[in-house]
T-cell receptor, first 115, second 112 residues
Framework: AQSVAQPEDQVNVAEGNPLTVKCTYS??????LFWYVQYPNRGLQFLLKYITGDNLVKGSYGFEAEFNKSQTSFHLKKPSALVSDSALYFC?????????????FGSGTRLSIRP | DAGVIQSPRHEVTEMGQEVTLRCKPISGHNSLFWYRQTMMRGLELLIY????????DSGMPEDRFSAKMPNASFSTLKIQPSEPRDSAVYFC??????????FGDGTRLSIL
């Protein structure tokens, strides 16, 4: 069975500092990994995905994520945080490259950027 | 691109009443998903459709919940009878084959 874990409920970072939001996964076969962001009173928005290829994936709003197969991790990163990055972030995994298979979301990490 | 459209945005009703949530997916998307989000349980997948056919409804909590997709441009999630513990934000999402899901802005449901 596939699963995804976000070990931190909340991450607090000062504006301008680098940020990392952690995600680990468990899946049989090749993982297909995603990050989504949710702003208040809105649905989730897609940030980036890893399907295959380079382990460093670049996405929207200056975010990137690093796929590490040996550590089964897919941490979200940004070199310099903005106050506007404050939101709820979800990591997700799908066991196969098909929208017909179920995508599993993590519990979410609330990112708070202080000015 | 109008995005995924959900209605109503807010619904407040008394327990025992029937509730119907509606979703219009993005045109051309062939997969549709219904989720429920609460503080206690986070984001839960209730059911998903592929080409209008339900593929996995194992997340539907009880027989009080039912979902239909009569055509490619419309889906409903119905709760009958509703209970206070059904209070949550319900999201619909859709996707092209092998592409990330696009979410609507949700229906905030309150059962009194």
């Amino acid at each position: 069975a596939q699963s995804v874990a976000q070990p931190e409920d909340q991450v607090n970072v000062a504006e301008g500092n680098p940020l990392t939001v952690k995600c680990t996964y468990s899946v049989s076969g090749n993982p297909y990994l995603f990050w989504y962001v949710q702003y208040p009173n809105r649905g989730l928005q897609f940030l980036l995905k890893y399907i295959t290829g380079d382990n460093l994936v670049k996405g929207s709003y200056g975010f990137e994520a690093e796929f590490n197969k040996s550590q089964t991790s897919f941490h979200l990163k940004k070199p310099s945080a903005l106050v506007s990055d404050s939101a709820l972030y979800f990591c997700a995994v799908r066991a196969s490259y098909s929208s017909a298979s179920k995508i599993i979301f993590g519990s979410g990490t609330r990112l708070s950027i202080r000015p | 691109d109008a995005g995924v459209i959900q209605s109503p945005r807010h619904e407040v009703t008394e327990m025992g009443q029937e509730v119907t949530l509606r979703c219009k997916p993005i045109s051309g998307h062939n997969s549709l998903f219904w989720y429920r989000q609460t503080m206690m349980r986070g984001l839960e997948l209730l059911i998903y459709f592929n080409n209008n056919v339900p593929i996995d409804d194992s997340g539907m909590p009880e027989d009080r919940f039912s979902a239909k997709m009569p055509n490619a441009s419309f889906s409903t999630l119905k709760i009958q009878p509703s209970e206070p513990r059904d209070s949550a934000v319900y999201f619909c999402a859709s996707s092209f084959p092998n592409q990330p899901q696009h979410f609507g802005d949700g229906t905030r449901l309150s059962i009194l």
